[in-house]
């Protein structure tokens, strides 16, 4: 899968890539285009190839075919160490037995830097991750995010072109790994490096990403923003795995419209299809529709309310349509709406499915 959409060179160019280990094939014929600048996220479940495909670039587990760009060099061949690029692991990796000042350092001694030079980049890094007073401590001594920061000013301490997060924060606790992303984002902008990131965490790569790499089974499924992914999901995969999505089966009934049981619907997106094909469609459960529904709203299924989850700010309802009642369709309703509408399990309600909110995918 070619993804090179920008005419200006790319920073980091992957072409045909593939890994095996032993019979198994990790990353099948890979091929990615990471611009100048950028903050990627390569997302997806345990074992699909992301932290695979991150060690590639990085030469860690160096690929079986394929090519890798790093800023117009060809490194496919290269060692780790002539690769420009710094990393951060999810278990920190700092050394036990050197101060933070010198895990912060430990590169910039090996490139034989001046002593004067390491001092004062170590004090900067210290400062611009937040930690200008802790450079005497030894990793025992700080926390979990305090230690991810030292990693991270580690990583930046040789100035690379490329910085790779292996899951930087998945053993953080929840409320730490939420300031701690904020933290990194806003690190990236402000030192323009670019960044690629893996995790399995949807809300994480939603929240941090400028382009989301979205992998299954060692391929890519989609790359996009975060937009694109969540708005116009590609495949069912993508679509299932980023958010919340409701899927029903259905057929093509026309040139823009589609039949769920006994339930004739419009929708634009029917159009890449032919009439009669077996297809199924998604939908957002916030896109479900219940105000302001008149005799001209498209799509409106007579529903009634089979149960309600409270979920702190909205409550996610499962509603059984009338004329199909062996589907569900999961909505998500605001706690005004909830109140305004008086909505409780039981209570039969009249909704609408936005044309332009139904994804169609090949069944």
Do not use: W
């Not at 992301?50 to 587990?61: N, S, V």
């Not at 780790?80 to 037995?97: T, W």
């Not at 008149?294 to 089979?306: L, R």
């Not at 409270?310 to 709406?337: M, W």
Request: hydrophobic letters at 45%; glycine letters at 8%.
């Amino acid at each position: 899968m070619d993804t090179s959409t920008d005419s200006a060179p790319p920073f980091l160019r992957i072409r045909n890539l593939t890994k095996r280990f032993g019979q198994f094939t990790a990353l099948k014929d890979i091929s990615l285009d990471v611009k100048t600048g950028d903050f990627v996220c390569f997302l997806g479940p345990s074992g699909c190839g992301k932290t695979t495909l991150l060690r590639a670039i990085a030469g860690l587990d160096p690929q079986d075919e394929g090519m890798i760009e790093i800023a117009g060099r060809d490194v496919s061949h290269l060692p780790p160490a002539a690769r420009d690029f710094g990393i951060v692991f999810q278990s920190y990796a700092l050394f036990p037995n050197l101060t933070v000042a010198a895990n912060v350092g430990f590169g910039l001694v090996n490139q034989r830097a001046a002593r004067a030079a390491i001092t004062a980049r170590v004090a900067e890094l210290l400062a611009l991750v937040g930690m200008p007073e802790q450079g005497t401590k030894y990793p025992v001594q700080l926390s979990g995010g305090q230690q991810q920061r030292v990693a991270l000013a580690r990583a930046l301490a040789t100035s690379p072109g490329l910085l790779l997060l292996d899951e930087p924060l998945s053993a953080l606790d929840a409320r730490v790994r939420l300031r701690l992303r904020d933290e990194i984002k806003m690190l990236q902008r402000r030192l323009g490096v670019t960044t690629i990131m893996v995790t399995h965490d949807q809300e994480e790569a939603l929240a941090m990403a400028d382009t989301i790499v979205v992998m299954n089974q060692g391929v890519i499924e989609q790359v996009g923003s975060p937009q694109e992914i969540y708005r116009k999901p590609a495949t069912a995969f993508v679509a299932d795995f980023v958010g919340t999505m409701t899927f029903l089966d259905a057929e093509i009934a026309g040139p823009a419209a589609l039949r769920v049981g006994a339930i004739e619907l419009a929708c634009p997106d029917a159009a890449r299809f032919l009439k009669g094909s077996a297809v199924r469609i998604g939908l957002r459960p916030e896109e479900i529709r219940v105000r302001n529904i008149d005799s001209a709203t498209p799509n409106q299924v007579a529903t009634h309310v089979t149960t309600l989850d409270f979920l702190g700010s909205f409550c996610r309802a499962h509603l059984t349509p009338e004329a199909a009642p062996g589907v569900a369709i999961l909505a998500d309703f605001s706690l005004n709406l909830m109140r305004d509408l008086a909505v409780a399990e039981g209570q039969p309600l009249t909704i609408a499915l936005p044309p332009e909110s139904l994804r169609v995918f090949a069944k």
